[in-house]
């Protein structure tokens, strides 16, 4: 993580060897992007690819998956089909609102660790003391404590995500600070913010984006948990968390309730960090080297 | 080494200190009346002001904070709201399931990720080095209780060679106990397996470019021994690192597995004190698991003298 590549080396190769041949060297790119691109789209068009997941009908109670219920029913005779698709839906909400909001957070709070000292020692004492803590017994504490939202997983998955991203963001910082060219800009007279801007914040952008898609998958998989636990999204809304929760009961004679959810939860997570595997050797070529 | 260790030390407490202070103030800088959240719903005004009584919200904040600071200084975790047991006591009771099954976790990742990491090191860029990565990518994007589900299924229900959930204690026999970690520690262990091997495998390839390695060839010593008494041992740093980094997910991991296995430890404790809101008790066991992540990460550090005599402290 030492000096960092131009953010737009990927797309300045691409316009040079033209985005067929680009595509067919980044395999991976390709295909977690193709998954998510799937996935974007049934969660969007959900009200048309799937019936209402909330409808109930006590006749159609633990169906095997069928021509009419594509993945079975639950206990209450609920579509799990249905289900699965507008937990989409929730899954992508929650995965692109905490990467966003964890690097925009930790991206701010980083720069000014690595920049001014005494912020430094202060902010990274707390940062260590919450790294100390079980991210998702974080989250379970904060859910506790207030009404559970949708909003209010998002900040609690959030606020543990966001320690790492500051350290990523300190450590980028510091070893562009020992640059001659800052020292250059400092010596002739720029002000801290501009440096901070023009000269510092271009260099943390490839390593975040790459961060970013990590933080997404593992959000994605921790909403998955609390909500499994009954910590996360509240039961009303079909969370994959959810769905795979209502199925514990019935597990034994109905694993598909759990088995659905279960898949596409490991496609998006597996889908995401191919994304992030790819752009991570694409962007910082001396890691793709030694892996 | 003796002043590092001591100093290691001595740095814990600020972060143990900052655990503290902010599980504190997450029960008082939460937006809304946590007495209100914690007694539900349909609780009446009376039922409101007992769990703000017993949570000792209705004294001054300075008051408060001195209770919770003398109370952590001598060890007291807080007191449950509804069993009105210490949270020690609890903790006491749901101990042994959760300590065996992470370790048998631990045990089960080291022994199965390691060579397979060293395999691949060894045979880097063939079809085995494929499979094994390929398996590390897989075993980060499954969760684990599909994992869980998947071998119970498997396992227990289809060939019955396993029980389908719950804990048999020591005290019952270790055999029995063992039989009924196996799946969970599989488990929990997949992502855990898929860390070490990545890591492994990296770490291993990067040394046997080293020169001493060719040397060690050169002098005829049987490849089983290049790659473990030469190769491993300087890969094991990074190896050992990435077990350190890797117990909080262990942690995390262990309040799912044992829900899914239907375990009575720790993580039950949690489920059920989510349940009933019981924040106390959430927020001694966030301590408690704080302290024991920031106590392996020392005995990590203090290993590395171990395996690295280049090393000093």
Redesign the interface.
């Known amino acids: 993580m030492a000096t960092v590549p131009d953010a737009a080396v990927p797309v300045a190769a691409a316009r040079r060897e033209g985005v067929l041949a680009w595509m067919a060297r980044n395999p991976t790119i390709v295909l977690g992007s193709a998954i998510l691109v799937l996935l974007a789209i049934a969660a969007v068009l959900a009200p048309w690819l799937a019936d209402d997941p909330l409808s109930f009908e006590p006749i159609n109670r633990l169906k095997r998956p069928s021509e009419t219920f594509w993945f079975g029913t639950d206990q209450f005779g609920r579509d799990v089909y249905s289900r699965v698709v507008y937990g989409a839906r929730i899954s992508l909400v929650v995965g692109i609102c905490v990467a966003a909001l964890a690097t925009a957070l930790g991206l701010a709070l980083g720069i000014l660790c690595g920049y001014y000292r005494r912020v430094d020692a202060i902010l990274m004492?707390?940062m260590?003391?919450?790294m100390?803590?079980?991210?998702?017994?974080?989250a379970?504490?904060?859910?506790?404590?207030?009404?559970a939202s949708l909003f209010i997983v998002i900040v609690a998955i959030t606020i543990p995500e966001i320690p790492r991203v500051v350290r990523l963001v300190r450590s980028v910082v510091l070893s562009v600070r020992a640059q001659p060219y800052i020292e250059a800009a400092v010596a002739s007279g720029t002000r801290g913010m501009r440096i901070m801007v023009r000269h510092i914040l271009p260099n943390t952008i490839a390593p975040l984006i790459v961060q970013a898609t990590y933080v997404c998958?593992s959000a994605i998989?921790t909403e998955?948990?609390l909500s499994?636990?009954?910590?996360g999204t509240p039961p009303e809304i079909p969370s994959w968390g959810n769905v795979?929760s209502i199925g514990?009961t019935f597990?034994?004679i109905a694993?598909w309730i759990?088995?659905f959810p279960?898949?596409f939860?490991?496609?998006t997570?597996?889908a995401i960090?191919?994304v992030g595997?790819g752009l991570r050797d694409t962007l910082d070529p001396r890691i793709a080297r030694?892996? | 080494m003796t002043a590092y260790i001591v100093r290691r030390l001595l740095a814990t407490i600020?972060?143990?200190?900052?655990?503290a202070?902010?599980?504190f103030f997450?029960?008082h800088l939460?937006?809304?009346d946590?007495a209100a959240?914690?007694a539900g719903d349909d609780a009446t005004p009376a039922e409101i002001e007992g769990v703000r009584h017993k949570l000792g919200l209705d004294r001054p904040i300075y008051e408060q904070f001195g209770i919770y600071v003398g109370n952590l200084l001598r060890g007291e975790l807080g007191t449950s709201i509804f069993s009105n047991l210490p949270v020690i006591a609890l903790v006491k009771q749901r101990l042994e399931p959760s300590v065996v099954l992470a370790v048998s976790t631990l045990l089960v990742a080291v022994v199965f990720a390691i060579p397979m990491g060293v395999i691949a090191a060894w045979k880097a860029r063939t079809a085995i080095d494929r499979i094994v990565m390929g398996f590390s990518?897989?075993g980060?994007?499954?969760?684990?209780?599909?994992v869980g589900?998947?071998l119970?299924?498997l396992f227990a229900?289809e060939l019955r060679w396993l029980p389908?959930q719950g804990y048999k204690p020591l005290a019952q026999g270790v055999g029995q106990t063992l039989r009924s970690v196996v799946l969970p520690a599989f488990a929990l262990g997949m992502v855990y397996m898929a860390l070490i091997a990545r890591i492994t495998r990296?770490s291993v390839?990067?040394v046997l470019s080293e020169d001493y390695i060719r040397t060690a060839h050169a002098k005829g010593v049987a490849t089983r021994s290049v790659l473990l008494r030469h190769a491993l041992k300087n890969a094991a740093v990074p190896i050992v690192t990435v077990i350190g980094i890797g117990f909080?997910l262990l942690?995390?991991g262990v309040?799912?597995t044992e829900?899914?296995f239907n375990i009575p430890g720790l993580g039950r404790l949690?489920?059920d004190?989510?349940?009933k809101?019981d924040?106390p008790i959430?927020?001694g066991?966030?301590i408690l698991?704080?302290a024991v992540?920031?106590i392996v990460n020392l005995m990590i550090d203090i290993s590395y003298t171990f395996f690295d005599p280049r090393i000093r402290y």
Request: charged share 10%.
């Open positions: 004492r707390v260590d003391g919450m100390a803590i079980p991210s998702i017994l974080l379970i504490a904060l859910i506790t404590l207030m009404k998958a998989l998955a948990g499994f636990l009954g910590a795979i514990r597990f034994q694993p759990i088995f279960g898949v939860l490991a496609i997570v597996l960090n191919l595997d030694r892996m | 600020p972060v143990m200190a900052v655990v202070l902010f599980v997450l029960l939460t937006p809304g946590p959240v914690i990518v897989l980060f994007a499954v969760p684990v209780f599909l589900y998947l119970i299924y229900i389908v990296a390839l990067e909080a942690i995390s309040v799912i829900t899914v949690t489920v004190a989510i349940l809101r924040y959430i927020q066991l966030i698991f704080a992540k920031v």
